[in-house]
């Protein structure tokens, strides 16, 4: 399977427990993205890597949260100190940036990891 | 910061018929603006996109319109099927910035 992965595919925990997620874009994709989707709404974004460097984090992203692309590849997002309005849809995507002045930058998203903060 | 606004929240059209899904955005500076198909219980999926150098743009029974001056983009579905049934996201971005998505719209097809 060449596309966006994210494991693990659905997540339960209590609150105050720490979660970590992970997802492994195409592999000739340099940028990667997480977002937050909760019912009824559009994707949320939280943060963006171009390659190993973290370029935006939104104001959405208090400091529990915390994202990491160590090597350029696999991200992870980790979520400390869980809390029920944590619960959501945590979606990857990722794209790939050329140098050109005009690129498409198509952002493929993987299967999510839903998360629920009893 | 740019902001998406996708109208309406539903939309409910009788099989063969058409759909018309509108977003307007706020940041002038906006040059790229993907829509996103999303069934229940998967991922979005691109469907259509548009640069801001174009118009209009067709693929089949999808078309997409953009207004720059107002603006505004629409997407088009022409001879609804049922299986177009799902939720559409319009987005928006700037060069070499993130994607904002609208809040999406739960297209209904009637048979």
């Known amino acids: 399977d060449t596309g966006v992965s994210q494991d693990p595919r659905h997540k339960i925990t209590k609150r105050g427990q720490n979660v970590t997620f992970r997802c492994d874009p195409i592999s000739e994709h340099n940028r990667l993205y997480w977002y937050r989707q909760t019912l009824g709404q559009g994707p949320e974004f939280l943060t963006y890597?171009?390659?190993?460097?973290?370029?935006?984090k939104s104001r959405l992203l208090s400091d529990r949260f915390s994202a990491e692309r160590p090597k350029g590849s696999f991200s992870t997002l980790e979520i400390q100190r869980t809390e029920q309005g944590d619960s959501a849809m945590y979606l990857c995507a990722s794209s790939f940036r050329s140098g050109l002045a005009e690129y498409q930058e198509t952002q493929y998203f993987g299967p999510g990891t839903r998360l629920l903060v009893l | 910061g740019e902001n998406v606004e996708q109208h309406p929240s539903t939309l409910s059209v009788q099989e063969g018929d058409s759909a018309v899904i509108k977003c307007t955005y706020s940041?002038?500076?906006?040059?790229?603006f993907p829509w996103y198909k999303q069934e229940l219980g998967k991922r979005p999926q691109l469907i259509i996109d548009?640069?801001?150098?174009?118009g209009e743009k067709k693929d089949q029974r999808i078309a997409v319109t953009l207004n720059k001056t107002a603006k505004h983009f629409s997407l088009h579905i022409t001879e609804t099927q049922p299986e177009d049934s799902a939720v559409y996201f319009c987005?928006?971005?700037?060069?070499?910035?993130?994607?904002?998505f609208g809040k999406g719209t739960r297209l209904h097809i009637l048979p």
């Open positions: 940041d002038s500076a906006s040059n790229y």
């Open positions: 890597f171009q390659n190993e460097a973290q370029l935006e």
């Open positions: 548009i640069r801001s150098n174009v």
């Open positions: 987005a928006a971005r700037k060069r070499d910035d993130k994607i904002i």
